[in-house]
């Protein structure tokens, strides 16, 4: 297992300024008799998500695959040619490939192959992660939101027990690895012109209740109204709990700021650039994806990150800048619906 993932977290001081809570480093838990493992980078125990200091141990909770009735923020890492076990969670799932090769296994039988910087969208479709490379290791970040149970044609899709993923996975070391096919190890030269867009992936369900893909499509960039600053929205939901039941796609394409709901988007500032300072009724699971990204609290600190570093915002006023002059940097981000925050007898308002 490699190194660990860097996180920053932020929470606000007696005065409702933002100030730095905790930084430090989340190392990867080895799944038993598996050449995988994850990082737990945060949870809450509810969405809406809760930022006031009832709700700050989110690097403490024992979290399983999910966490009922909240969100988890993840990062994970499988060895070559190792597959999860097949499952399902009552969850809504952004999930980003951070590198290496990535495939979504559907159980309906379809497979869809991801590279570093695509994007999957997972809607509580009973699904499996595989990396298909002979000789390299694959890392995703996810960021699952808990969603309202799925029904089709009078039957409730129910989560898969604990217990069965953990007999899959005992049985998957009595069986011999999956050789991979040459076209899984893309050369380096295909895999960087490949990635010049953003790729996204969304499941959805059949009328039998089985897993499909709902749309495979490349993205266009959307410049934001502050000049340099171009952002990408791969998907929006109306509320939290996530509702993923047919009918409920329309909203995912949308890309309307933010309100309430959730929202997952990749943001890029140019050269030099600062965003104003803001502060959103959310809790925003970030990562950086390429560059140098620093995050200004209204507080007075101010913290520098790295590609793989992580940032949870709790509701804090923020900005972000980029303090390479001459490179772009780029930063993906999960907002999640918070309730108001209130200290010393008044509520912390949203900055637009």
Not at 178 to 188: E, G, I, L, T, V
Request: a neutral charge; one cysteine or more.
């Amino acid at each position: 297992m490699t190194e660990g993932v860097r996180r920053v977290v932020t929470k606000h001081n007696k005065a409702g300024k933002a100030v730095l809570f905790s930084t430090d480093k989340v190392a990867f838990e080895k799944w038993p008799g598996a050449d995988a493992g994850s990082a737990v980078v945060w949870s809450t125990a509810n969405v809406p998500a809760d930022n006031s200091d009832g709700d700050i141990e989110g690097a403490k909770c024992d979290v399983g695959v999910t966490l009922h009735g909240g969100s988890v923020f993840r990062v994970t890492e499988l060895g070559p040619g190792f597959q999860t076990p097949m499952h399902r969670t009552l969850s809504t799932d952004y999930c980003m490939v951070l590198s290496g090769t990535l495939e979504l296994v559907l159980d309906a039988g379809q497979r869809v192959r991801l590279l570093a910087g695509d994007a999957a969208v997972q809607r509580g479709t009973n699904h499996a992660w595989r990396n298909p490379s002979r000789n390299t290791r694959c890392r995703f970040m996810v960021c699952m939101i808990e969603a309202e149970p799925i029904m089709i044609n009078g039957a409730t899709l129910a989560p898969t027990p604990m217990w069965k993923m953990i007999v899959f996975s005992l049985g998957t070391l009595l069986l011999p690895k999956q050789r991979s096919n040459a076209a899984s190890d893309r050369p380096p030269e295909e895999r960087q012109a490949r990635n010049r867009g953003l790729r996204r992936v969304v499941t959805t369900h059949d009328q039998f209740g089985k897993a499909q893909v709902l749309t495979e499509e490349e993205m266009a960039g959307l410049t934001a109204p502050d000049a340099g600053v171009t952002g990408v929205p791969i998907w929006t939901t109306d509320n939290v709990p996530v509702n993923n039941a047919d009918g409920c796609e329309s909203a995912g394409s949308r890309d309307l700021g933010f309100g309430s709901g959730s929202v997952f988007r990749v943001i890029e500032l140019e050269p030099g650039l600062q965003t104003p300072m803001r502060r959103a009724l959310s809790i925003d699971y970030c990562m950086v994806l390429s560059g140098e990204l620093e995050l200004i609290l209204d507080g007075g600190e101010m913290v520098t990150l790295s590609v793989g570093d992580t940032v949870v915002q709790r509701g804090t006023r923020h900005a972000w800048r980029n303090p390479d002059k001459h490179a772009s940097c780029r930063f993906a981000i999960c907002m999640i619906e918070a309730r108001r925050v209130m200290l010393t007898g008044k509520t912390l308002e949203p900055v637009p």
